[in-house]
T-cell receptor, first 110, second 114 residues
Framework: RKEVEQDPGPFNVPEGATVAFNCTYSNSASQSFFWYRQDCRKEPKLLMSVYSSGNEDGRFTAQLNRASQYISLLIRDSKLSDSATYLC???????????FGKGTRLHILP | DAGVTQSPTHLIKTRGQHVTLRCSPISGHKSVSWYQQVLGQGPQFIFQ???????GRGNFPDRFSARQFPNYSSELNVNALLLGDSALYLC?????????????FGPGTRLTVL
């Protein structure tokens, strides 16, 4: 089982809809969690950190469920510009390794 | 302030050759990490350096090596290139070591091995 797993998609979603995707992690010692966004042929950019209490940034909401070992990203009122690959990132306690998921591709349809 | 810079942006090599990739972190950042991203996959961790010392290493063969200089810039070296080394090589900088710190990525070096 991979340490960080994501549904690769693609998720094809009409503009204005709400979309959510999850990411599961296998190492219970994981301590920090992030969502990065990567546009085609560009570098990843931090979208948001994920805190235990959950956090919201405008249309984006991130949640962490330690008991079930997953994090989620919810995008409300999706825009065409939200089309990208969303990478789940987990930091492992101890050796501090940063593990990326393969990413979930999102296409917002006009 | 300038972001993370990497050079070159693109590179074409043949099997068996050697390559050196360079990275300059954001001013004030002391940690540099290197990642390999193959098409359709997420970035795979190669190395992390902090204050010129290796702080982490991913599952890559010894053909991959790196170092960090006193000015915190870094080089990634790959010897005896294989076709499978073709990928986007990303450098990320952060203020401290430790995965809790936000990593800022450079634009990457796209390496093609023929």
């Amino acid at each position: 089982r991979k340490e960080v797993e994501q549904d690769p998609g693609p998720f094809n979603v009409p503009e204005g809809a709400t979309v959510a995707f999850n990411c599961t992690y296998s190492n219970s010692a994981s301590q920090s969690f992030f969502w990065y966004r990567q546009d085609c042929r560009k570098e990843p950019k931090l979208l948001m950190s994920v805190y235990s209490s959950g956090n919201e940034d405008g249309r984006f909401t991130a949640q962490l469920n330690r008991a079930s070992q997953y994090i989620s990203l919810l995008i409300r009122d999706s825009k065409l510009s939200d089309s990208a690959t969303y990478l789940c990132v987990v930091n492992r306690k101890g050796d501090d390794k940063i593990i990326f998921g393969k990413g979930t591709r999102l296409h917002i349809l006009p | 302030d300038a972001g993370v810079t990497q050079s070159p942006t693109h590179l074409i090599k043949t099997r068996g050759q050697h390559v050196t990739l360079r990275c300059s972190p954001i001013s004030g950042h002391k940690s540099v990490s290197w990642y390999q991203q193959v098409l359709g996959q997420g970035p795979q961790f190669i190395f992390q350096y902090y204050e010129k010392e290796e702080r982490g290493r991913g599952n890559f063969p010894d053909r991959f090596s790196a170092r960090q200089f006193p000015n915190y810039s870094s080089e990634l070296n790959v010897n005896a290139l294989l076709l499978g080394d073709s990928a986007l090589y990303l450098c990320a900088s952060s203020f401290r070591t430790g995965g809790g710190d936000t990593q800022y990525f450079g634009p990457g070096t796209r390496l093609t091995v023929l």
